[in-house]
């Protein structure tokens, strides 16, 4: 199992590698870029090898990057949009060069312009910027929590993208279970993952899965709200977590968490947690 949580690495891959060690993870999601600003550090190529070498020392699988917010691909402005174009291509390069393998994406806001204009205004930006081919690297839209003017907040619109930018093999899926608690699928249950893997496989399809925000919700089920909690605090609560965990096709994808902590040492205790709960649950459902 790729279990991790949102590292830094503006202190060096090898670094994060290594905290993700010492926290008991063995993925790690990291922002591409300044998650407000928009600067990027460059990774030179010392660091890229190093990274490689640390990696195998920590044994750490794939990695999930995580674009910044201040990139918009629905935005309605025409410096928003240059700024979006920039920016996939940019990281999607940058993260290739060192080898990882995913990097995630919030699609936009169609900013009160309604979704049909909004999925045109993201399909532009992939079709100019996103490359179609690579050996290591995917972009992977995230499924929102469908508030407000977001696009991305169903199957069917995350399909419509991916179709309508001719479904390259760049292109991908992360699954947030906060998300999609807010959109409704309700982890808790049976039937509630059994819808969700029904709504996967007529829409995005499952190959295009890569990755999962692993993550509580403050809010209730279809709430269409996005506030992550710690896990087993929040609705999803031990239960709704275990029924990832144990899941036999959820639980092998890197699973990364977002959870509001105040120190990262605090990931190491969810992390540690999740793991007890799964060795006490008997595993693999
Ligand atoms: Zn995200």
Redesign the pocket.
Known sequence: MWLGAHLSISGGLPEAAQTASELGANTFAYFTRNPRGGSARQIPAEEAAAWQTARATYGIGPTVG?MPYTVNLAGNKTSVQTFARMVVAEDFRRVESFGGEYM?L?PGSHLGDGAEAGIERVVDVLKDALPRSSATTMLLL?TMAGSGSEIGGSFPELAEIIDRTGAPPTLGV?L?SCHLFSQGYDFTTAAGIDRLFADVDRTVGRDRVRAM?LNDSKFPLGSHKDRHEKLGQGSLGKAGVLNILRHPWLSTLPLVL?TPVDDIKEYGTEIALAKSWLAESGGLA
């Open positions: 995580h995630c919030h995230e992360c947030d925000h977002e």
